[in-house]
């Protein structure tokens, strides 16, 4: 859309749609506040935000492309600029993006599709291809296919891209792979199309019906659309022929699916970049604490009905040289093998001590000041029990104190049983599904959402304070206040509170790290040896998270930056637990098939500096490295409350039966809550609880998230 | 749906929702009302399934109304051809479940499931099996589904071991779960039988079992689904009395009181189907009838000969004297004994124990070994939760088993320390003390069960196993917290009873005491002569002294006690 369209009066501007952002703006819409959400990117949630397997190439490559804007560049303040001020009036330039990671690095760790695999698969794609076909034009007629148009949120800036990162690959592997690449592109391309003809027939359908309407980007689709009816008539002209060359065909496959059986299945790039659109690669990955602030904002919001969810199913540890399920709950205790009865006991009762810790301060109160570790062996637990509470419950280093690791454990605890057996819920689609739902909420009440914009200058009055800003587009829009990520800010407002970096390593991989019959959501908490005060989160989410197709696994590592090397910092932990061998030779170790590297500054403490216009607000990036977000519940209710000192933070929506209609006039005052309530009977009762034992695939929430986004455009327009 | 809290609603909802209400109640007595026409009339058809369906889908629990269906079911049976019956009562499973999610409670809507199954031409068990155990997610206590899975199982044959299987995955997801540990308990000794023993278990099973319940009481001492499983697990392998050789406790002939009397371990009725024959010297002994200690014939462990004149015991000479049990014509129990010439009485315990205590079968049989280990582990787990009631209670149940005269000292510790833990159950331990004191006293009697026994000043609160002492001839129970002589007529051949300084308010259960002579009840509570109309019906009676009750304080009742009882020699006032 273009911005020139924009009113140019608002309450807020926010820039920046990370999570605190999107929060805040859920906030300000929530009280009728009027809002502009504005994004640099072509996607939602900044540091938060996830990508599929191309996109996330892009996005590693537009981190490079970054890498050479020096830091303290910003925008220049040109003429035109200077035309929109009014008397008295100053300007202040925005910084330009910088690179929000570094070092990074990807590749795969498997081989190439030989010329007859290459066949192969594509032969199964067109019959699958072919069953579909059918399949829509049988439902072709349904009304919902002549809804929106399609624009993509998190997928966007990916269309043009396989192409691109394809190449990439391909060129370094040789000429034998030059036939190859064409295929894969090919495929992927067919893929993509199978792809949303599965998810939903309004997707593939939008280019035939409206195809006037849509833009530039449409018509790559376009190509693809075409590309598929001569696949298909390709395919037409192969079943017409004769039916002995069917049998022969027949019997190869029956023979090649005999060998898969027998042999562990090997995977190949080509199978991995066959299912590219199907993976939810977070950047900022996050679990909720089930009884956090967060969870209980979305809750309270009712926020909760735009996402779902699935529990962390078990708690990994690295003890006696092998991983170990945690006992953790009750039940866990209970039929737990690794722990003698003496040490159910012990557990039990420091854990109902711990859940209720300050009712009992003489138990603590001496140590308060004095590492956990000393206090558990104190408390003369087995060095087994002091393993599972410090590292797998309270999550603490050997150095910290007594009372920051009861406060931890008592929160986890606290998260116990609500939802599952573990303390910790996983966003299906991914950590970058929040900001977007915020975002929905926000512009369910009037938010106005404008992604690829941002605002190069802000306009500061006579008496120092910001009353404007000049958009991307050049626009001048007036607020009364801004609220921006700190990477938008000029770098003189952002006092860096931390030199702290995290390196990040994010695996596909072919099994899990600690085989079982069920699909289980892991977290582990690995101490590493090297530097025992840097553990490292490793989280490994499998296709019931709905962030990888089936028979893979998205693992994501995450711990304090040693040096300036992320693979460095990363080795010991991989190098225990992963191999890029193939099994026969490797043991059981899960294999990583795709890998990728990289840094990224902890933006997640900033402050506002002093020189700041007291009206510009500084929200906090990413790169934390902790495992939660409840952080970012205070931090935008800080920056509420600033604001809005005397109104409720997020406070319920009003309940759909207790709302009286009113006439015209009152309405378009109350047009929040009622625009609201319509959304709100669309989208059913789905509360925080129980969301996580949904069974839906990955096309159709994937078809979700993009309808969410379509909204909240819609609404901007 | 355990502890959950219920809404109160606003005064406003609560107005609308009258409103609603009443307008439903018309609905529902006009339907009611037609259904019941309808069945006057004999019309069973679909019409009444669909009436009797809306108010039950209001109210599942509307007994009557399911009867009905299942009248109309039977009917429709007689006409409608195999694939329309399938449907009908496939549309009622559906239907059952809507109600089942407004009562997951209701007998009416399991029972009428029962039915549908039993009578449906195809019924799909698996889809039941999975029902219930998406009930069993919801509440996994729900007796009634526990109750239908069982007629599922047993219906469509499914294996028991699954079964096993599924409790114990119930039991891992919550262990606080009797329903499950009780299904456990019902499935062990069909899965794992122990030959020798009637609802035995299998030691090798049984040891898991100890295992798996250890876990659940170290992870929460204080749940006590945990523990009542353990104290099944302990009983099993308790013997059931056999009757062929042990149904007699004592077995009694007297030439001077020229009777025999019975002390049977299970109540009879003498009279009706059961009767018992007396053989003397190898001949049946006529016109002997039967009567129990309150010289009735209801049931009753205890029964007396009286031999009308002219049948009487031989007053000379070697005896040789049988006693026979018939039940419904069936010998259940035979006893036989010989008297000697110059023996006047002559009475068998029946159960000899063999310096065994008679009481430690209570709790088990199975091997020693096992009961030591159990009481390790519950030992283990008391150090560490000192003031865990379950488990000192478990531990004073082990040492019982065990060897209740080693542990003696421990266990009337551990029973004090209980009544401190746990005042709610005070006169439970109280009582349970008692009884432990009885039951060691008469096990140090080594079988002479005709002699005196002194239990004073050993702060009974209650007297136990009477139904043992029928030979007993001085019982001292003075100085302890008794409040009342019940069932003390089993001692039929007491002589002097002391019951100085209890808590008496009656002497309600001294009736016939045919041997009675001597009754010390001085320093109780008893207030009025009627508490002491008892004593009239004891022939023997020569001595009792009422001192220090509050009877005496009253000259007059000094006056009608003597009447009551006229060749008694009565004390009302301590002499010094």
Redesign the interface.
Known sequence: MATEDLPSEFDIVILGTGLIETITAAAFSRIGLKILHLDRNDYYGGAYSNFNLDGIESWKQKNQDLQCVPDEESFAVSDDVKKLLQDQETIIPMSKERSSAFNITSQFHARQRTTIEEAEAKKTKCNLFTFLKTEASNTTASPSATANPVVKISDGQGDGDPQDSDAKQQSTSGSETQEQTVHVKQDSDVNSCTEQLQSSLVLTDAPQTASQDVGEKENTSGGGEREREERDDIHKRKAESSEEENNEQKQAQQSLEREKIIQVKEWTVGDIKDDWRKYCIDISPKFLYCSGDLVELLIQSDVARYCEFRTVSRVLTFLQGKLQQVPCSRADVFSSKIVSLVEKRLMMKFLQFAADYESSPQEYKDYEDQPFKDFLILKKLTPNVQHFVQHAIAMVTDKELTNVALKKTKKYLHSLGRYGNTAFLFPIYGTGELPQAFSRLSAVFGGIYCLTASATHIIADSSNKCCGIVTTNGQRISCRYVVAEESYLPSSYVQKNSARKISRAIFITDSSILSSENSELSLLHYVSQDDRNRPVTVMELPNSACVCPKDVFVVHLTRESGCDDPVEDLKEVRDKLFTTENKDEAEAKSKILWSMYFQQNDASTVTQTVSALPNVLVVPGGGSAGIDLDFTVSEAKKIFLTVCPDEDFLPKPPNPEDIIHVDDTEAAVERGPSEFQDKGDGDGSDKGEGNEEKNECLDNGKDNAEVKGNKTDGNST | MHGRLKVKSTAEQLEAKRKEREKKLQLYNGAKSKIFEKKINGELDEELLLLSGEVLAVNPDFYTLWNYRKETFLELKKIKSKEELQKIFQSELHFLETCLKINPKSYGSWHQRCFVMDNMPEPDWSRELELCNQFLQYDERNFHCWDYRRFIVKRANVSLEAEFEFSMSK?????SNYSSWHYRSKLLPILFPDPTQPMGVDEKALLKEYELV???F????DDQSNWFYHRWLMGRGKLKPDWQKQALHCFSVSRTDRCVILSLVKHIQVGKSTDIILECNNSILKGVTWQNQEKSTRFSTLWISFHSNNVTLPENGDLFIKVKILQGGEEICFSSMSLKENEVNYSAPSLSTGGVSRFSQELSVVKTETLQHELE?VS??LE??TDNKWAVLTLVLLMKALDPVLYHAEIMNNLDKLAVLDTKRINYYKDLKSKFIVENMIDALNDSLSTSIDLSQRDLTKFYHYELLPLVISLDLSYNRLNNVQNFNYLQSIIVLNLNSNNLKSLEGLQYLPKLERLLVRNNGLSSPESLRALQTCPNLKFLDLSGNPVCENEVSHESIREQLQDVDIVFKETS
């Open positions: 039991i891992s997801n919550n262990f250890q876990n659940g170290f992870t929460d001492p582990a283990q787990l560490m939760e």
